[in-house]
């Protein structure tokens, strides 16, 4: 079983093909209005592991998708919002492997960009389908949560930009594809997920992206009499960019060139000291 899905002008829509030795035997969609892709995906699952235990001597299935975090959902004991799905799957597996002790399924992880030829096929057709829907529908509890956070957070970039909560001093970053890193809830975010297995590493981001960090630049702010010159000695000021780029005490790591996060936070790692309270000027 090959399965898709995505949505568009809040349809979600799910394609399943379901093919036996290769051949393709039955194709399927299904979409329905204010309703996230996990749900879709694991509708998608349940669709096709019930049309396939309907086939005689079958004894092995395969599902092919691009998230396999919608399957984690099948086998997760707690409680959540898509156990209505993930219960009549388990029902469908239970009967399919009564059946025959030596039955199994295995779930493939096929990501859109490999270009599987059978999900591309799929996923292909996903892009074609266009639906916006003509009367009022009821929401998922999880659609509602997206809907919520989504403005949210539009409401929070928007603020962010045009408030004095972003602070001057506040350092652009991009990620890996060179794009400007945005704010984000799903998945650590776009900063702290680079940072996070470890604490100081994400103390130590923090204070450099804000630039509130123990550094000359900043602590000339409160300590006006103090020394506030570069331990380097070649520079008045210790500033970020200075440590950044021109500081000969730490390793030359950072690319002016490319500033991503992925390489900023490679230069903290390399450079333990920098931003860290051991090279405070107080």
């Known amino acids: 079983m090959v399965s898709d899905a995505n949505i568009k002008n809040d349809v979600a829509m799910s394609i399943l093909h379901v093919h036996s030795s290769s051949n393709p035997i ?88 490999d270009n599987c030829p059978l999900h591309s096929v799929v996923n292909k057709e996903m892009k074609k389908f266009d639906l916006t829907p003509l009367f009022p529908c009821k929401s998922s509890w999880d659609f509602e949560r997206k809907s919520e956070c989504d403005s949210i957070i539009k409401n929070w970039k928007m603020m962010f930009q045009v408030s004095d909560a972003r602070g001057r001093n506040f350092l652009d970053l991009l990620d890996n594809n060179l794009h400007l890193l945005e704010l984000s809830y799903t998945k650590e975010g776009l900063w702290i997920k680079y940072s996070s297995h470890s604490n100081s590493l994400c103390t130590r981001t923090t204070r450099a992206i804000v630039n509130h960090a123990p550094i000359g630049e900043y602590c000339l702010c409160f300590f006006p009499n103090e020394d506030f010159s570069c331990p380097c000695s070649d520079y008045l000021i210790e500033s970020r960019h200075h440590i950044l780029h021109d500081c000969r005490r730490f390793n030359n790591y950072w690319n002016p060139r490319r500033d991503t996060i992925s390489h900023f936070v490679s230069f903290l790692e390399f450079n333990s000291n920098a931003f860290s309270f051991g090279e405070s000027i107080i």
């Open 26 to 113: 039955k194709k399927t969609i299904h979409h329905a209005v204010n309703n996230i892709s996990t749900e879709a995906e694991l509708f998608a699952i349940r669709c096709g592991i019930n049309q396939a235990i309907q086939i005689p001597n079958i004894n092995h299935i395969t599902i092919i998708i691009n998230a396999i975090h919608a399957v984690y959902h099948i086998f997760d004991s707690l409680v959540y919002s898509y156990q209505l799905q993930a219960i009549a799957i388990l029902k469908e597996l239970r009967e399919f492997f009564n059946k025959n002790p030596s039955n199994y399924i295995e779930f493939w992880n096929c990501p859109s960009n």
